[in-house]
């Protein structure tokens, strides 16, 4: 799976910069286009002209204060994205904005349909942000859930990422996360490492799950990538991204039985808690494959 259009979604707080940081650095070593998005909640506009809130603003909630602070931050989000094509042309690309207006998590689940990639920042612990910024914070989770295709959730900035490190368990969506990341490790020039969970019961059923993967890998590594270590598989994943400087990629679904669905029940826990930015992947489309696939034709 290679990625050719990405979208970012962009709030102007100190998470979706790095987000946007992710975006261009993607595009350039995988010579992609660039969106950015940013959506008018018309939930902050309420908040906006509540009483209380209004008070401290000094404003008087009148017919037409709705449509004032609706236009405002219209104007907020149009310097936003502004902003981010003018970092865009300082690095030589062509970027396009995008500027909506709704319910954020639905706007940007509508809109992304049409790329490969979407990238969102993402609060760690302890971070406050503005109402206003809410945007990439506790969304995030609900963006992933409900996304028909990969989502980068960015965190630590892109100098500190040292490998990619795949979280495997043998499933269906764990082989597609490991070969989406082997062909990103390979155009970001960063070491590929996975890791099998397992308990002391289970420690030679993790062996045969990493052979299966080693068997998956398409590209020659000059290093081993199967490494197997015991615990609970939501604490070895932080563990061993917050150690190793990791950009940790998951399956968005494990297992169908859930006596046995690790990746699947682990992503949100996961999510809420990463200090490190997570890679979620997710199968392509059967509707929007097969729209790619008539485009293509098409072009022939």
Same mark, same amino acid.
């Given at each position: 799976?290679?990625?050719?259009?990405?979208? *970012?979604?962009?709030? $102007?707080?100190?998470?979706?910069?790095?987000?946007?940081?992710?975006?261009?650095?993607?595009? #350039?070593?995988?010579?992609?286009?660039? =969106?950015?998005?940013?959506?008018?909640?018309?939930?902050?506009?309420?908040?906006?002209?509540?009483?209380?809130?209004?008070?401290?603003?000094?404003?008087? *909630?009148?017919?037409?204060?709705?449509?004032?602070?609706? +236009?405002?931050? +219209?104007?907020?989000? !149009?310097?936003?994205?502004?902003?981010?094509? =003018?970092?865009?042309?300082?690095?030589?690309?062509?970027?396009?904005?995008? /500027?909506?207006?709704?319910?954020?998590?639905?706007?940007?689940?509508?809109?992304? @349909? @049409?790329?490969?990639? /979407? *990238?969102?920042?993402?609060?760690?612990? $302890?971070?406050?942000?503005?109402?206003?910024?809410?945007?990439?914070?506790?969304?995030?989770?609900?963006?992933?859930?409900?996304? @028909? /295709?990969?989502?980068?959730?960015?965190?630590?900035?892109?100098?500190?990422?040292?490998?990619?490190?795949?979280?495997?368990?043998?499933?269906?969506?764990?082989?597609?996360?490991?070969?989406?990341?082997?062909?990103?490790? +390979?155009?970001?020039?960063?070491? /590929?490492?996975?890791?099998?969970?397992?308990?002391?019961?289970?420690?030679?059923?993790?062996?045969?799950?990493?052979? @299966? $993967?080693? !068997?998956?890998?398409?590209?020659?590594?000059? &290093?081993?990538?199967?490494?197997? &270590?015991?615990?609970?598989?939501?604490?070895?994943?932080?563990?061993?991204?917050?150690?190793? #400087?990791?950009?940790?990629?998951? $399956?968005?679904?494990?297992? !169908?039985?859930?006596?046995?669905?690790?990746?699947?029940?682990?992503?949100?826990? *996961?999510?809420?808690?990463?200090?490190?930015?997570?890679?979620?992947?997710?199968?392509?489309?059967?509707? !929007?494959?097969?729209?790619?696939?008539?485009?293509?034709?098409?072009?022939?």
């Amino acid at each position: 799976m290679s990625f050719e259009n990405i979208l *970012v979604a962009i709030d $102007g707080s100190k998470n979706s910069q790095i987000a946007a940081e992710y975006g261009f650095w993607i595009a #350039n070593k995988l010579d992609a286009s660039v =969106t950015g998005q940013h959506v008018v909640d018309p939930r902050l506009v309420d908040l906006f002209i509540e009483p209380e809130f209004a008070e401290e603003l000094g404003m008087d *909630v009148s017919v037409d204060t709705s449509e004032r602070v609706c +236009k405002a931050l +219209k104007k907020i989000g !149009k310097v936003i994205l502004d902003r981010f094509e =003018t970092e865009a042309k300082h690095r030589n690309f062509d970027v396009k904005v995008n /500027l909506s207006e709704g319910y954020i998590v639905e706007e940007i689940l509508r809109y992304s @349909q @049409q790329f490969d990639l /979407l *990238v969102v920042g993402h609060r760690g612990r $302890g971070d406050r942000e503005l109402p206003a910024h809410a945007l990439l914070g506790s969304v995030a989770e609900r963006i992933v859930l409900g996304s @028909q /295709l990969p989502v980068l959730i960015a965190v630590q900035p892109i100098d500190r990422i040292e490998e990619i490190l795949v979280a495997f368990d043998g499933s269906e969506a764990a082989k597609g996360a490991l070969l989406m990341a082997e062909n990103f490790a +390979k155009n970001v020039n960063l070491k /590929l490492k996975a890791v099998v969970v397992c308990d002391d019961d289970t420690e030679s059923g993790a062996r045969a799950i990493a052979e @299966q $993967g080693e !068997k998956c890998l398409r590209e020659y590594w000059s &290093q081993d990538v199967f490494s197997i &270590q015991k615990g609970d598989v939501h604490q070895i994943l932080l563990e061993r991204s917050e150690s190793n #400087n990791s950009l940790l990629v998951l $399956g968005a679904y494990g297992f !169908k039985s859930p006596a046995q669905n690790v990746l699947g029940r682990t992503t949100t826990s *996961v999510i809420r808690q990463t200090q490190k930015s997570v890679l979620v992947y997710r199968p392509a489309h059967p509707a !929007k494959t097969q729209k790619q696939a008539h485009s293509k034709a098409a072009v022939k």
